[in-house]
Nanobody, 112 residues
Framework: QVQLVESGGGLVQAGGSLRLSCVAS????????MGWYRQAPGKQRELVAQ??????TIYADSVKGRFTISRHNTNTMYLQMTSLKPEDTAVYYC???????WGQGTQVTVSS
């Protein structure tokens, strides 16, 4: 079992920044993929960014150049979000593969 805890969400004005954190505990494999997903009201959950244990990163086109995913070790991950837009408003979830564990989510609200 893997448990994930996200933190760092909040309310910010457009153009502002936030940093999300995700800490994993439990049975974590040394080779894994950690990622951030988000779900806005009335929309499907979508991938924001992923980072592989070797350091490779993947970003959604909508956040490229504005968001940066990083990891401190095998169980801690961050999402630095800059130049935030109202359309970034969503609940952000942390995910770990191969266990496919999910966190409880953290709300990010960007006001115009």
């Amino acid at each position: 079992q893997v448990q994930l805890v996200e933190s760092g969400g909040g309310l910010v004005q457009a153009g502002g920044s936030l940093r999300l954190s995700c800490v994993a505990s439990g049975r974590i494999f040394s080779f894994n993929v950690m990622g951030w997903y988000r779900q806005a009201p009335g929309k499907q959950r979508e991938l924001v960014a992923q980072i592989f244990s070797g350091g490779t990163t993947i970003y959604a086109d909508s956040v490229k150049g504005r968001f940066t995913i990083s990891r401190h070790n095998t169980n801690t991950m961050y999402l630095q979000m800059t130049s935030l837009k109202p359309e970034d408003t969503a609940v952000y979830y942390c995910n770990v593969l191969p266990s496919n564990a999910w966190g409880q989510g953290t709300q990010v609200t960007v006001s115009s």
